[in-house]
């Protein structure tokens, strides 16, 4: 089974910029849409972006008002999602895995911390 792993997170202050990159570290995402995801203590997980295997469509939480771009490299086999004008309340680990119905087995994630 595809294995993911989460990376570029880290401690960010408000209104700047992170990058996070999600790669298939065994297999490949094959034609599957894929999908950025977050959690925090206090919250289920919940939808943050997805995108179609071409890349020519896009999928976006509310929250995310036009601050979140995804794309995918198939040929790196790595889904990006950046982020932009980041606030205090996107402070959260973030997964990667297929959308809308999950089929891989989550990953560690990675850690963004939005602070000042």
């Known amino acids: 089974q595809v294995q993911v792993v989460e990376s570029g997170g880290g401690l960010g202050q408000p209104g700047g910029s992170l990058r996070l990159s999600c790669a298939a570290s065994t297999g490949t995402f094959g034609h599957y849409r894929m999908g950025w995801y977050r959690q925090t203590p206090a919250k289920e997980r919940e939808f943050v972006a997805a995108?179609?295997?071409?890349?020519?469509?896009?999928f976006y939480g509310d929250f995310v008002e036009g601050r979140f771009t995804i794309h995918r490299d198939n040929a790196k086999n790595t889904v990006y999602l950046q982020m932009n004008s980041l606030k205090p309340e996107d402070t959260a680990v973030y997964y990667c895995n297929t959308y809308p119905t999950i089929l891989l087995e989550w990953g560690q994630g990675t850690q963004v911390t939005i602070s000042s």
């Open positions: 995108v179609s295997w071409t890349g020519e469509t896009t």
